[in-house]
């Protein structure tokens, strides 16, 4: 197992039983030997996956900081768009351009196109990365639903595709994924539909949160808010397209298509590194 992997296989865990036993207030040591590590050594690991100690993090994994989340930075997306709040979100901070699939294109559900695909570490474990020629087209994350269906639901997408794997050609493309370094082009494949609901969540900035219902909105569906979370679902880019930034109006993380593990990470991950001057404090669960 990779560094990367083994790192967050245990954060999963941590999360996890902190969500389970947050009216505990469990201990740092309590915590540590949850996941079979001395409270020294866990607090190293976790610092060097999250960039923040435990007892910094520690607050956001709760259902209570999910509504603090709403509360305090709760991006409804048209006033994002009319104050220019979506220019700290991924679209400009990773300089990302996409390009959508014409309507025929996507009927013909990949044919004559040639996706190179590769397996990589990533800080929610193991991530597989696809691309056409035109750019990024799949990302998706096995650690919850393992290597074999990740692939098949991916790879479901573009029936039609060749699938070459080269995790060679992709590599400089996943480092920009990673670290932000460089330019990140996607080539979207979806309906006309996914296609509205992903682009309006390339404006949910890093370290904010939005709804369903905002986002069925701003595509001008408002009713149709079970649809959105359908294409949510769909999100053939997760994480490049944030997807995990969706709860329901009541503060619960709702479903994630990768694991409910990983969205409480990701989410975690990004409010501890993106502090709000000002925001609501929420009391953390370690001492």
Request: charged share 20%; net charge positive.
């Amino acid at each position: 197992m990779s560094e990367s992997a083994y790192h967050y296989r245990l954060m999963a865990r941590a999360i996890d039983y902190i969500a389970e036993t947050a009216g505990e207030q469990p201990s740092l040591d309590e915590v540590a030997a949850e996941v079979g590590l001395s409270p020294a050594h866990f607090q190293r690991v976790f610092s060097r996956w999250a960039g923040v100690s435990p007892k910094r993090f520690q607050q956001f994994v709760t259902l209570g900081h999910a509504k603090a989340l709403l509360a305090n930075r709760h991006t409804v997306l048209e006033t994002a768009l009319s104050t220019g709040l979506s220019g700290s979100g991924r679209l400009h901070d990773l300089f990302l351009t996409w390009e959508a699939m014409s309507p025929g294109e996507y009927a013909r559900r990949g044919d004559g196109l040639r996706i190179r695909y590769g397996w990589f570490d990533s800080p929610f474990g193991e991530m597989l990365a696809m691309a056409t020629d035109r750019g990024l087209c799949g990302l998706g994350f096995s650690a919850e639903t393992g290597r074999e269906k990740t692939a098949a639901d991916l790879a479901s997408r573009w029936p039609a595709a060749a699938r070459v794997e080269d995790r060679a050609a992709l590599a400089g493309l996943v480092k920009h994924v990673l670290d932000g370094s460089g330019p990140v082009n996607l080539h979207l494949i979806g309906a006309p539909f996914q296609i509205k609901v992903w682009e309006a969540l390339l404006h949910v900035p890093a370290g904010h949160v939005t709804t369903y219902s905002d986002i069925a909105r701003r595509i001008g569906a408002p009713r149709a808010v079970r649809a959105v979370g359908t294409a949510v679902g769909r999100n053939p880019v997760s994480w490049m397209i944030p997807c995990h930034r969706v709860l329901r109006r009541s503060g619960h993380p709702g479903g994630y298509h990768w694991g409910l593990p990983i969205k409480r990470a990701m989410l975690a991950r990004e409010a501890a590194r993106s502090p709000v001057v000002g925001e609501t404090s929420v009391a953390p669960l370690i001492s």
